[in-house]
């Protein structure tokens, strides 16, 4: 009997994983399906639809897409860059250094947590355009940059690092940056890899507040780009449309299905789910 | 040259008193021990000197030189720790030369210790390897390594072989004792065993809720207990302390009242194995457990309310259930003041006889 039901368990969470699973596959291939199909077959279905790549080469031309992927990767470079410098060294101070109101300052930290980006829209436009920086990729990053989230997956990593380590470097004379760079750094690899899937896969796919703070091709990212070119005004083509989907997306589900396992595993080592 | 020496070390953590007034030297080129229960300090005295914890009052020299407020760094030392602190992502190499880089050592100089180092500790095939792919003893020698690499004089040791099984600890145990005395190292190891410090110490100190016991050669420690604590916690098995009552003091013949129109308490230390079981004299003991141990065998008797354990040579025919009589020598008796546990110098040779 207790067989049975776990083998009912069972059976039901399988195919909820597959429910939800397809779910989730839909659109991907509806996107694939499309661009590459000509126009005609966007919309309706037959096996042996001729196949063509005019779609995406007309989609590269229509739009600036070398130069929004550019920016994009320079973007994603930049905030993960300066949220693996800031996270680091926040999360080294929490995980290891007593200091006054520590704990008051960390808890201000975990609040940032629970305040949506999109709250402080207006806020933060304010912000950057007093900054000078309106319509920059810096201006896209720099409210990112300090992440609330990176610190405390950071300050949680490095508080399991055994305290003996730290203290055989400390008789070996290796300094307090020493022993972050040498020791503690090293130790949280898998907590890195995995944070830096998170940033650049949010950051890559992040869209409102790019939308607001970009007005030009020299700073726009793959996404404001994608919704300009894809927006009704500029008559809808599905085909290009979703030419111009795919090669938006396709060098992050190419990573994903090339490094799945090792993503996999830093999650569960870094202990995110 | 590099001899140790703490004064008045105290150490407190807010209102809790981990170490009181502790007073000892180490000479040059000594193996001293320090031993207790857990908890007893010996471990926070070994980080004193190590420098890793403050001192709340006293120094610490090492060397003829005041290092109480130096840090670790600057006091000449290398520590092994307990669970080895190997850098898992470092190889066998790398993690003995952390140190050395973190120094600044010349990269020839660095190869020629490692090699050294690795060849003395049968490490030299291994040296590529990451820790997690070698046995316990193997990364136990990694962290003994570290410290000969660093080649200072004084070697501070937290309970190193305490994650070994029973037999690699008393190889590994031999091997440290025999590098130290080669590398002529002031070595101060920490333990809660009392054979390992028995079998390596030049000296042994027993440390008790944060005060010394006692500071001597294992030897001292053995046949002069200077509390009854020392007696019950060195020797294997322990000393029995017995309160003098009627049934063994009426049972020893050859044990005539001593401190007779005394007032004081006192304890009566005896030895299991310098009790025999004798014919027809001798306290009266009822066997409640037996346990044989090959080279020998422990008997555990009843007289009245205490429990006495005597050891005899390989098997006998002794059983549960069986009544015995227990005997002893006058000059195996240990007595200690009942109120504080400290030793009655000469009083039992002297009333005894």
């Given at each position: ?61 229509y ?51 629970m305040?949506?980006?999109?709250i ?12 000078g ?10 409210p990112?940059m300090?992440?609330a ?57 992040n ?19 994608l ?47 | ?13 807010g ?53 109480s ?31 050395l ?61 305490s ?18 005395q ?43 207990p ?17 309160t ?7 049972g020893l ?16 230390g005896?030895?299991?194995e ?39 040579k ?21 007595l ?18």
């Amino acid at each position: 009997m207790k067989l049975l039901e776990i083998g009912i368990g069972k059976t039901a969470e399988t195919l909820g994983a597959w429910m939800l699973g397809l779910l989730w596959l839909l659109p991907v291939v509806f996107a694939f399906w499309s661009a590459f199909h000509p126009a005609e077959y966007s919309t309706n279905f037959e096996l042996f639809a001729p196949l063509t790549t005019d779609n995406f080469v007309r989609a590269w031309s229509y739009a600036p897409f070398p130069r929004y992927l550019l920016n994009t990767f320079i973007l994603v470079t930049l905030i993960l860059a300066a949220q693996f410098v800031l996270c680091t060294l926040a999360a080294y101070g929490f995980a290891r250094f007593e200091f006054f109101g520590k704990n008051v300052i960390f808890a201000l930290v975990l609040l940032q947590l629970m305040i949506m980006p999109e709250i402080l829209l207006v806020e933060n436009y304010r912000t950057i355009s007093k900054m000078g920086l309106l319509d920059t990729i810096p201006a896209i990053g720099l409210p990112y940059m300090a992440s609330a989230f990176g610190i405390f997956l950071l300050r949680q990593s490095f508080k399991t690092i055994p305290k003996e380590l730290v203290e055989a470097a400390q008789v070996e004379g290796v300094s307090a940056v020493g022993i972050l760079w040498k020791v503690y750094v090293p130790l949280s690899r898998s907590t890195y890899i995995a944070y830096g899937l998170v940033s650049v896969s949010y950051h890559w796919n992040n869209f409102l507040w790019p939308l607001v703070i970009t007005s030009s091709v020299n700073s726009r990212p793959l996404t404001v780009g994608l919704a300009i070119f894809g927006a009704p005004e500029s008559g809808v083509d599905w085909s290009i449309i979703t030419a111009a989907t795919v090669m938006t997306m396709a060098p992050l589900l190419l990573a994903f299905i090339l490094f799945q396992r090792q993503f996999v595993q830093s999650f569960m080592h870094s202990g995110i789910k | 040259m590099s001899k140790i020496i703490l004064n008045d070390v105290c150490k407190s953590w807010g209102k809790i008193e981990a170490l009181n007034n502790i007073n000892f030297e180490c000479e040059n080129g000594e193996l001293l021990v320090l031993l207790g229960p857990s908890g007893c300090g010996k471990s926070t005295t070994l980080r004193l000197i190590a420098g890793l914890e403050t001192l709340t009052s006293g120094t610490v020299e090492i060397g003829d030189r005041d290092v109480s407020n130096l840090p670790p760094v600057k006091r000449n030392i290398s520590m092994v720790f307990q669970n080895y602190a190997l850098f898992p992502h470092l190889n066998v190499g790398e993690n003995i030369l952390f140190g050395l880089k973190a120094r600044k050592v010349p990269k020839n100089e660095q190869k020629k210790r490692l090699e050294n180092a690795a060849t003395l500790l049968g490490l030299a095939d291994f040296i590529d390897r990451k820790p997690a792919q070698l046995s316990g003893g193997q990364r136990q020698r990694i962290a003994l390594g570290r410290a000969i690499v660093a080649q200072v004089s004084v070697c501070l040791m937290d309970e190193p072989l305490s994650n070994l099984d029973a037999k690699l600890r008393q190889e590994m145990r031999q091997e440290i004792r025999s590098l130290q005395q080669r590398l002529k190292m002031t070595m101060i190891y920490v333990t809660h065993d009392q054979v390992e410090a028995m079998t390596i110490a030049d000296k042994i100190i027993l440390m008790k809720e944060g005060c010394i016991e006692q500071h001597g050669t294992p030897e001292d420690l053995y046949d002069r207990p200077a509390t009854a604590f020392t007696g019950s916690f060195i020797g294997n098995p322990p000393m029995n302390i017995l309160t003098p009552d009627d049934l063994i003091l009426d049972g020893l013949p050859s044990f005539p009242t001593p401190l007779a129109g005394s007032t004081i308490r006192y304890l009566l230390g005896i030895r299991p194995e310098n009790i025999e079981i004798s014919g027809e004299s001798g306290i009266e003991g009822l066997v409640v457990a037996i346990e044989y141990l090959g080279a020998d065998t422990l008997i555990v008797c009843r007289s009245g309310e205490q429990l006495i354990t005597l050891t005899v040579k390989g098997k006998t025919g002794v059983s549960v259930g069986d009544h015995l009589r227990l005997n002893w020598k006058p000059e195996h008796i240990h007595l200690f003041n009942g109120e504080d546990g400290r030793r009655i110098e000469g009083l039992a040779g002297g009333l005894i006889s």
